[in-house]
């Protein structure tokens, strides 16, 4: 049984990795490509929050923001 620490490194991740879309995936397109991309880094910036009230909460957001504009443009 994991940590609450590693299931919330899991869940950080969750949507980038239903994705399927990493460095190796030359030929995906480049909005996937970008989707991956702001999907890892809102993944990481939630790591960095960790539940506490700081600049990270606001990268977050933009990321959401990002993510919403390039998957309704899909």
Do not use: W
């Not at 990795?17 to 995936?25: A, I």
């Not at 995906?28 to 506490?52: C, H, I, M, P, Y």
């Not at 990268?59 to 309704?72: L, T």
């Amino acid at each position: 049984m994991g940590s609450k620490d590693e299931e919330e490194e899991t869940d950080a991740f969750t949507d980038y990795d239903m994705l399927s879309t990493g460095p190796q995936h030359v030929f995906k397109s480049k909005d996937e490509q970008k989707l991956a991309v702001f999907e890892l880094s809102r993944g990481l910036a939630t790591l960095g929050v960790n539940g506490k009230e700081n600049s990270f909460q606001r990268v977050v957001q933009g990321f959401d923001q990002i993510i919403k504009r390039i998957r309704k443009n899909k």
